[in-house]
């Protein structure tokens, strides 16, 4: 959160709030001046119009916000698919990893270390590289992933979307 600035008046002794700050007042007190925590349209256009902002500004921010909306779940689905992919890719791991360590013990095979260290070290390289990855995140890395995502999944909607038109109602 911002840090609240101090010597933000103005001539007539008024406290100047940052932008970032006066959104988020608002919002808290439009949140507690709504019983159910929602606005209607009309309620939304009439504190706008309070507030001398115009109905096209929030008619150009409500498509923003609409924008916005798909992208963040979008977001939250990339998200949700990169984790269960690791951890199924993490279990096959551990699964895979084990009845190859118990058969060796039930074998006493264990002239076949080498054989372990090459299949599994790259293995087990790739996951500690996914979890990285996915729990600590690089900014510009994720950005590039998630756009690469969201175009593959723009262009399945597309090709499902053309396919529906072409065969018709079934």
């Not at 963040?72 to 949700?80: H, N, V």
């Not at 990893?97 to 390289?125: M, R």
């Not at 510009?140 to 018709?168: C, D, T």
Request: charged share 25%; with cysteine; glycine share 8%.
């Amino acid at each position: 959160m911002a840090d609240l600035v101090t010597d933000s008046y103005i001539s007539d002794g008024e406290f100047l709030y940052p932008a970032e700050d006066a959104q988020q007042i608002l919002s808290l007190a439009i949140a507690s001046q709504t019983e159910s925590g929602k606005l209607s349209r009309a309620q939304l256009l009439e504190i706008a119009d309070e507030m001398g902002i115009a109905a096209d500004t929030i008619a150009a921010a409500e498509r923003e916000w609409d924008v916005k909306k798909y992208e963040l779940a979008d977001q939250r689905l990339f998200d949700s698919q990169r984790k269960q992919r690791f951890q199924h890719n993490l279990s096959r791991l551990l699964i895979m990893g084990g009845c190859v360590l118990v058969f060796q013990l039930a074998t006493g095979g264990w002239l076949w270390n080498w054989l372990l260290y090459l299949t599994f070290g790259p293995w087990a390289i790739q996951a500690s590289w996914d979890a990285w990855r996915i729990y600590r995140p690089n900014e510009y890395g994720y950005r590039k992933e998630f756009q690469s995502w969201r175009r593959k999944q723009q262009m399945k909607r597309a090709v499902g979307g053309a396919m529906r038109r072409l065969l018709g109602p079934s």
